[in-house]
């Protein structure tokens, strides 16, 4: 019985210490700023982590289709509504969920969108507990800091105030046409959902209604990302879960993309040119739910008019412009 109880002290006691030392790591390791430089991850994403409290409107949750599609400060000069895309490339529903909960610690969005191609990212038990633990202990997520610590590391102070400027959108003016045509042709067959993300996507409108949020699912345009059969899908599984779906690939007499000079990277996302466009069918929707007041006139806001001006000073005046800059072939 003796040896026992002490194998079991002595079990106790080493991890103890082993607990001790991964907190203590945990607070070396991570990034003292919310900065690339300092080795923050996905440092455009989590830019809503330095907003002022309670005052972004509307989030963007998704993969690359976000960030690619949406232009927050557009929304912002057309009419005075504050969002934020929380996207990063590849984003599977398990990392969706952890900006969802980050986001909620200091702002009250009355409209989170889920893009619809992250649904059907496949993600694993083990992503999903390894996720958890870089949450709980961030040295297993920035253990490889290491190489670059700097003096400043040893203070275990952080200071996450440095602001995002495009709050989220990456800009390009690359012009790589798509000759698809067929990508929404009709059809009654679905692409299966992997069962993770249907529970995800239960998990995440649970806690937007717990929060009196309104979660959107939207499709952004895509030739290469989405068809029919996935429409299909997410159609059914919004009207499971009585949730709104907007399927932008289907409304495309309203915003008129043109694939020859609207995208990239030949139809898989689109470039400034089409983003200004989906842009402001989104700024029309969100006007017309009626939830949100102009506020480009509130003092407390004169920092997104400060973005807005270098974001045109940065890109050659494209919203000024409405999208007409010369474009790069």
Known sequence: MRTVMKNTLCSLLFLGILAGLLALLSVLFRPKENTK???????????????????????????????????????????????YVCGTPSQKLC??????????????????FLETDAIFQIFT??????GEAENLLPVFRYHDRWKTLRLSDWSFQVDYSTKENNKGYLFS??????????HMKKTNAREE????????VEDISAFCRKNNTRLVLISTPSTINWNYKRH??????????DLEYIDMNLM????????????????????????????????????????FRDKRT????????????????????????????????
Not at 95 to 112: A, D
Not at 193 to 200: G, L, Y
Not at 299 to 326: H, P, Q, V
């Open 37 to 83: 430089e300092a080795g923050f991850q996905d440092p455009r994403a989590n830019g809503i982590l330095s907003e002022p409290e309670d005052s972004i409107d509307v989030v963007i949750l998704g993969d690359s289709e976000t960030y690619s599609t949406f232009i927050p400060l557009q929304i912002w000069q057309d009419y005075g509504f504050t969002s």
């Open 232 to 241: 299909n899908s997410i159609a059914a599984l919004a009207e499971s879960l």
């Open 298 to 329: 509130d003092d407390a806001y004169a920092g997104w008019d400060a973005a807005l001006e270098e974001f045109n000073r940065s890109t050659g005046g494209i919203l000024s412009d409405k999208g007409t800059a010369k474009q790069t072939q």
């Open 193 to 200: 959902i992997p069962s993770k993300s249907i529970r995800a």
């Open 125 to 130: 038990q083990s992503e999903i507990i390894a």
């Open 252 to 291: 495309n007499q309203q915003i008129g993309i043109d694939w020859s000079t609207d995208t990239r990277d030949r139809g898989s996302h689109l470039n400034v040119y089409g983003a200004v466009k989906a842009t402001a069918f989104l700024g029309e929707y969100l006007a017309d739910t009626g939830l």
């Open 95 to 112: 990392y969706t969920e952890e900006f969802l909960e980050k986001t909620f610690i200091q702002q009250n969005p009355r409209i989170v």
């Open 173 to 182: 003016t690359l012009v790589r046409p798509s000759d698809r045509k067929d």
